[in-house]
């Protein structure tokens, strides 16, 4: 009898700015946790141009395809048995997400779901339980993705509130941010925080109800600000799963990233050219939510989406 091959599963995450590419094999017995055999990422740009007019253009449409089919060849490479992909709110909002979904099909084989947000929220939690410890203190864990903007109070154990907000990097920052200077003037900050003080205040009052005490900061925007922290720029695979943020460090990379223009800020050691502009939104952004919450304590998580989905998976085995 051949020996049955071992279960891989490829869990793929459609973001607004970033597609994501987890390929890991189940624990047999003797072992708990699954083996990863590959963690990539690559800088789609899906809502690029085309987010805030509800349509994906047909630039991004052709980078998501060419994507699509680097991350099939990575999936047969590697004997994937099961392959789950989710998009989320690039695709939820554009007038041609279901002709991306179906062209992906016809080209590669993969089935796309695309999530509402309030979905992405609970797969994102159960991604940062698995980076973070939690404990049965409340934290704020938030998730800025390119499309949209994921808020959650929870501890180890439980979901207090959540809500998704479509007020993404991309969406921000072709609201806010002036295209020539590349500067973002003061102006403009103060415009983007109005807004977000009418946007959010279901978090704000979320935040009064539940009161946690941490924030835990998930996905590109969180990782790029604990690189920053450090200086150097890291690949997926060499994140820790969790980093304390110090507030010092925050509030020196919101500076740096304020007053530079766009070539001072790809100059900054720890930032990804393609994040240089959108990290600027979100952390206008980020600094509103602490100015709110009054917390101190930052955490980031290398962990969101995908993981959870795989948490997901491994609970139902």
């Not at 793929?12 to 990539?40: A, K, Q, Y």
């Not at 395809?65 to 990575?74: G, I, P």
Request: hydrophobic share 45%; net charge negative.
């Amino acid at each position: 009898m051949p020996h049955p091959p071992h279960r891989r599963l490829a869990l793929i995450d459609m973001g607004t700015n970033t597609f994501h590419l987890l390929i890991v094999e189940l624990p047999e017995e003797g072992r708990t946790e699954p083996l990863v055999l590959l963690r990539t990422k690559v800088g789609v740009r899906l809502g690029q141009g085309g987010i805030s007019k509800g349509e994906i253009t047909p630039e991004a449409f052709a980078r998501a395809l060419h994507t699509m089919d680097a991350f099939q060849e990575e999936i047969e490479l590697h004997q994937v048995t099961d392959v789950r992909a989710t998009a989320t709110s690039a695709m939820r909002v554009a007038r041609n997400g279901p002709e991306l979904v179906q062209t992906i099909f016809e080209h590669t084989g993969i089935r796309v779901e695309v999530i509402p947000g309030e979905r992405e929220a609970e797969l994102i939690t159960k991604g940062v339980r698995q980076a973070v410890p939690l404990g049965n203190e409340r934290n704020l864990i938030v998730d800025i993705g390119g499309g949209s903007v994921e808020f959650i109070i929870a501890d180890e154990a439980t979901i207090f509130w959540k809500q998704s907000f479509e007020i993404g990097a991309q969406r921000l920052l072709d609201k806010f941010f002036p295209d020539a200077s590349g500067v973002m003037p003061a102006a403009a900050v103060a415009a983007e925080q109005a807004h977000l003080s009418v946007v959010l205040a279901p978090l704000v009052a979320a935040i009064e109800e539940y009161q946690p005490v941490g924030i835990v900061g998930a996905s590109g925007s969180f990782d790029s600000l604990a690189d920053m922290q450090i200086g150097q720029l890291r690949n997926e695979a060499d994140l820790p799963p969790c980093t304390e943020l110090a507030m010092s460090s925050f509030q020196e990379s919101y500076r740096q990233l304020l007053n530079g223009n766009h070539e001072q800020r790809k100059a900054i050691p720890g930032i990804l050219p393609m994040r240089a502009d959108m990290l600027v939104v979100a952390s206008v952004l980020f600094d509103f939510v602490l100015g709110v919450s009054g917390i101190t304590r930052i955490r980031t998580s290398a962990y969101a989406l995908k993981e959870g989905l795989l948490a997901e998976m491994m609970e139902l085995n």
